[in-house]
């Protein structure tokens, strides 16, 4: 489709190619009216055709007796060193058609030029025009005329002499820079540049990513007029090519301008430097110099021919400006506000992208190979945008991941917030999903009361609050929890204290479902747990009592004076009263704050943003904030993506997707709010068997080493005074 839209009644056919259009007409060439040609495409892409293109079609046109019509209107008049560009292989078409330059630049006109043979006296009485009869216009089309033929010729002599000028100094540039201007090519004062749509010449780089969508071109033009003060244009098919056509009266001092401005942004791509090349766009103005040192690129990791071999994907998006400068380390000469409004740009035409590809081995020789998938979102944009416009672009994303082979799709945070827990999602994709939500649970509680432990916190006589208890990560944490600590305080969201309280009640009813489950089970527990109480409790139905009668039970329950389980809104009025706290909601904001929490808590956030403001860490040195669902994965292996933590880390979320490809477990898994404690048992165990463990503890990305252990647990020590002066 050279010219850009599909148009009924037209059939396309290879350019370059006469075979092709010998074979069209040789089967049916009483269907056609004319064959129209670019001598050279233009918006394909500054496309030449093979030397002798045009004398053997205009022989097939006459064998066929098939009028051929020249599409002159980019290279015609002198653009190419010609007064038409047919005129390089002599060749006359029956039709030829003009427009653009035979207006001088100063006033719209067209003409098509044919032959006494296909002239139709019918065409010449009906065919009419909006700007017939122009003879302004016609003035100036013979005005331009007269200056290209004028003095012999001089002026196309002219063109083509710089345009061998032009070329010349190009080819030079095309020698020093092969890997990233692959070709220039054209003929006369109609050249383009093809810059190539690899992503290979630009690893681990947002540029790689513009390139491969095709839109670095358009960047590229940018780059040349903003900062350097040349306009050039990328064709509007090939994508990859940048046009250099400038005006027919070009000097040799303009070539060499424009030549020095070309070599500026080849020697800024060849540096990997998107800061520099994208600076113009925020009004900065960043030197080459102030490049960080880029990275070394990820291993390139391919699935192998192995039938056994697990596939997976997962759909990962920055949860803050941050993250797109952990992947192109360029971008860290930006100030935030200018990166934030830079990724608000490129977000609302990018398409998701592979950020990089990995392979797992378990502990038990078995393999999963996966991709992870970017959605170019931030959480704050995620939840703001319109909800059929995410669950667009999400069903692309996963859509992407099966392509490339992944027979499970992992949701990594907030693309799992906002379809629900992944049910959105269900009736728009033909692959099995998770949240991976299950394993994040099992992970995070397991790193709070590891903690709490090393502090000498004892479990069974603690108070533990959980910040948005109502989603399906803080509700089955709190079912969890209930088994281990005396005093469970269930959170929800104050800005929705009716629907908060209801979920907290239904979060309830499934703790205590979940404990009687436990004791006709035979287990027992600790004196002073809240599960316990609840085994002691009056009036508990059986396990297998309709989902009623436990709402029923659990308002009951949280009526008692004694009541090991606490619902609210209020985070101030009860936080304070928290020996240990889990934060999993989804809000993007720091909510947790330094002044609302207990002398000597313990923190688990699994939030993504994080739930915990920074000031804690400052204000607080007797809190330990822990940082969950972190996990290590087996073996240690490049991740092919950059999560901000050493090679072999990974979220819980993701290593549970690792779990069910290793395992073949291609069905749907903690999907919604309500997450089965047959699957939180379920992961716990394919993690012993395929070694992934919970990661060496740390707090607000960094390890936490013996002296800070001691540190905190001395601070715990100085107990009630230190609260005392704290308040």
């Not at 006494?116 to 005329?145: I, M, P, Q, W």
């Not at 080849?266 to 430097?273: A, D």
């Not at 290593?655 to 997450?675: F, K, P, V």
Request: charged share 20%.
């Amino acid at each position: 489709e050279p010219f850009g839209l599909p148009a009924a009644g037209f059939e396309y056919i290879p350019f370059g190619d006469a075979g092709a259009l010998e074979a069209v007409f040789e089967a049916r060439a009483e269907e056609f009216a004319g064959f129209i040609v670019e001598p050279i495409q233009g918006e394909g892409g500054i496309i030449v055709p093979p030397d002798g293109y045009l004398r053997q079609i205009r022989g097939i046109c006459d064998e066929y007796d098939v009028p051929l019509i020249f599409d002159e209107i980019q290279t015609g008049l002198g653009r190419t060193g010609e007064l038409f560009a047919c005129m390089a292989e002599e060749v006359t078409p029956d039709v030829l058609l003009l427009a653009k330059a035979l207006g001088g630049g100063l006033v719209p006109i067209g003409a098509a030029l044919c032959t006494e043979d296909v002239y139709s006296e019918d065409f010449g009485l009906k065919h009419s025009s909006t700007f017939a009869a122009n003879t302004l216009a016609c003035r100036v089309g013979l005005a331009a005329l007269d200056i290209l033929t004028g003095n012999d010729g001089q002026m196309l002599q002219a063109i083509r002499s710089r345009g061998e000028y032009l070329r010349e100094k190009l080819d030079c540039l095309q020698k020093r820079y092969p890997d990233i201007l692959r070709e220039v090519r054209g003929r006369g004062l109609m050249l383009g540049l093809d810059f190539g749509s690899s992503r290979d010449l630009y690893p681990d780089s947002m540029l790689g990513v513009l390139a491969e969508q095709g839109i670095l071109t358009p960047l590229i033009s940018s780059f040349l007029l903003n900062t350097q003060g040349l306009r050039v244009a990328p064709t509007l098919n090939g994508a990859s090519v940048i046009r250099i056509e400038p005006p027919l009266i070009v000097t040799e001092e303009q070539i060499d301008q424009a030549v020095t401005a070309i070599e500026k942004v080849l020697e800024t791509l060849k540096c990997r430097h998107t800061g520099a090349f994208l600076a113009h766009l925020v009004g900065l103005d960043v030197s080459l110099d102030e490049l960080p040192v880029p990275k070394e690129p990820s291993p390139k990791v391919v699935p192998s021919d192995d039938d056994e071999e697990g596939r997976f994907g997962f759909l990962i998006h920055p949860l803050g400006q941050n993250n797109y400068s952990d992947f192109d380390t360029s971008l860290q000469v930006f100030p935030e506000k200018q990166l934030a409004e830079l990724s608000s740009r490129w977000s609302d035409f990018l398409d998701p992208f592979l950020v990089g590809s990995t392979r797992i081995k378990s502990a038990d020789g078995s393999t999963a190979f996966g991709d992870f998938i970017g959605v170019p979102r931030t959480a704050d944009q995620l939840q703001e945008l319109p909800r059929e416009q995410v669950l667009s672009e999400l069903t692309k994303a996963v859509n992407m991941a099966v392509e490339r082979g992944a027979q499970i799709v992992g949701l990594g945070a907030y693309t799992s917030v906002v379809t629900v827990g992944g049910r959105s999602l269900l009736s728009l994709v033909d692959v099995p999903l998770t949240t991976g939500n299950s394993y994040t649970v099992v992970s995070g509680v397991e790193a709070l009361t590891r903690s709490a432990e090393r502090l000498g916190i004892q479990l069974s006589e603690s108070t533990a609050a959980v910040v948005g208890a109502g989603g399906a990560i803080g509700k089955a944490s709190a079912v969890l929890l209930a088994e281990e600590v005396q005093r469970l305080v269930l959170l929800g969201n104050p800005d929705n204290p009716k629907k908060s309280r209801h979920r907290a009640l239904k979060v309830t009813a499934e703790i205590l479902r979940h404990v009687t489950a436990l004791q006709e089970s035979g287990r027992s527990f600790a004196p002073k747990t809240a599960a316990a109480q609840i085994v002691s409790s009056v009036g508990v139905p059986s396990s297998d009592a309709p989902a009623s009668d436990w709402m029923d039970a659990a308002k009951d329950f949280i009526q008692r004076t004694d009541c090991s389980v606490v619902i609210s809104v209020d985070a101030g009025r009860w936080l304070p009263e928290a020996d240990l706290v889990l934060a999993a909601t989804s809000s993007v904001d720091a909510i947790i704050t330094h002044e609302m929490l207990k002398w000597g808590a313990v923190v688990c956030d699994m939030s993504r943003p994080t739930n915990v403001s920074e000031a804690v860490q400052e204000s607080r040195p007797d809190v330990l904030v822990v940082d969950g669902g972190l996990i290590e994965v087996p073996g240690r292996p490049d991740l092919g993506c950059e999560l901000g933590f050493e090679k072999g880390i990974a979220y819980a979320c993701m290593s549970e997707t690792m779990m069910l490809s290793l395992e073949h477990m291609y069905e749907n898994a903690s999907i919604g709010a309500d997450l089965n404690q047959e699957t939180l048992r379920l992961v716990r165990s394919l993690a012993a068997k395929h070694g992934f463990g919970t990661a060496a503890l740390r707090s607000f990305g960094e390890i936490l080493s013996d002296d800070v252990w001691q540190e905190k647990r001395r601070l715990r020590s100085t107990g009630y005074t230190a609260a005392r002066q704290l308040a």
